[in-house]
């Protein structure tokens, strides 16, 4: 059974920093996507940043310079490094990773707080 699961998320002053983990397990598949996706209240859920598997990172227009996107193999977790957050940033975080099987999964998702 494929895990994901997250953490790191809390409330955070306008400027800060915040680095959200996602740890997988369960798969004995090798990863082809995986990604951070945000949604707001009343919002829909948006892609925040993925690397396809072999790529480069890519980045919302939003978060360009500020977020950074990186995984650790040995420690099967993905990282999000979240620097100057601003209150639109606030939202509840979701990873998300997409095996070569095809086959997707979600994590449990984070509440990411940005005070002004």
């Known amino acids: 059974q494929v895990q994901l699961v997250e953490s790191g998320g809390g409330l955070v002053q306008a400027g800060g920093s915040l680095r959200l983990s996602c740890a997988d397990s369960?798969?004995?598949?090798?990863?082809?996507?995986m990604g951070w996706y945000r949604q707001a209240p009343g919002k829909q859920r948006e892609l925040v940043a993925n690397?396809?598997?072999?790529?480069?990172?890519n980045y919302a227009d939003s978060v360009k310079g500020r977020f950074t996107i990186s995984r650790d193999s040995a420690k099967n977790t993905m990282y999000l490094q979240m620097n100057s957050l601003k209150p639109e940033d606030a939202a509840v975080y979701y990873c998300?990773?997409?095996?070569?099987?095809?086959?997707?999964?979600w994590g449990q998702g984070t509440q990411v707080t940005v005070s002004s």
């Open positions: 998300n990773v997409i095996y070569t099987t095809g086959r997707g999964y």
């Open positions: 369960g798969s004995i598949f090798s990863i082809n996507t």
């Open positions: 690397i396809i598997s072999g790529g480069s990172a």
